[in-house]
């Protein structure tokens, strides 16, 4: 691929709300997705974490590297989307923490990340939702069928 | 709390402009909701800073640790909404600075943050504005009424 | 100027997709919005890159100090606008990135930065786009016009 591959879409229904105390910050997405029968959006999220596992990609390995942290953390922002993998709504999102000293993480957003407290601005995307399938170029789940 | 909960909200105004040289990021975001009466919206802005005040949650004591930093820093991300809080629309954003050698530092945005220069993108939210309210359990002031 | 002053827009097209492999970040947006006719838009996107440009603004001697790092990082925000300088549509982005320890950089955007993998969530926004003209208080490259 040699130039930037969109679909279009249009602004559905908008949600904004509570993370909730206690629960993993993906699995709580998907669960509201698939509860309201969202398959396609873009979020963003800030917000506190009581424990993070957060990752990066090896570009050469091909492999996530991933890690864990159990510290009360600041989300200072977490960005992501929603879309289809075999069939299911999968969140993508990389987030940015930080301590009480403002020294920051970030990376790669994995399960599990333990939420504090937060607020979610979830934009779901009408039209045909985005699947992802193997790139053989990255070994990345990347979204197919762009043009 | 055991599940992500939301409102519903359509798109009203987007408004996209400049951030005001020289005055605080908060208040003047805050005076431009008064005046337009914007009273629930998303936003995010990228910059830059002449000082900041920052902060994070300190979940154990249930306070805000807040520290300033006066120094030339550009605003990497500016995540935030507006909301009511007893009748008034509020802020409440997380930012992430970097300076010169791209060193970051970053939490809860609080005043005094003085703009040097910076664009924002704020989306008016219609239906019925959030509301904060004391919450026991993280002794934040977070959204009520959610379902 | 002594208060945050702003353009109203229309949501526009909305763009979801991918980032380039190989590809150099800024370009590959640019030249997306001159194919689709776009000249004034917001987004943002998650991704990696191999390499990256970066920069701050020295606020004292008014220019830009750049740097580049040739490395595997993620993206864990890019946010940024296009708008037109000189007639053409232009990108102002920031960007933040973290390597396999989760440590970060982040700072204004600059070309070459190359992409190894994204997702870019773009927004157009219609009416009339803004134009960007030396600003003599800051030295930068600001929108006029506003009000």
Known sequence: MSKLT???FKSGRRFVGRLPHGQ???KSIETFCG???VSMATFSAIGAVTSVTLGA???KQQVYVTYAKEAPLEIVNCTGNISLKDGLPVVHAHILL??????????HLFSETIIYAGEIDLLELAG???ERAYDTTTGLMLWKGLS
Do not use: V, W
């Open 6 to 8: 969109c679909s279009e």
């Open 24 to 26: 993993d910050l993906i």
């Open 35 to 37: 509860e309201t029968a």
């Open 57 to 59: 990609y090896d570009q």
């Open 98 to 107: 930080a301590d009480m000293h403002g020294k920051t993480i970030g990376g």
């Open 128 to 130: 045909k939702p985005l």
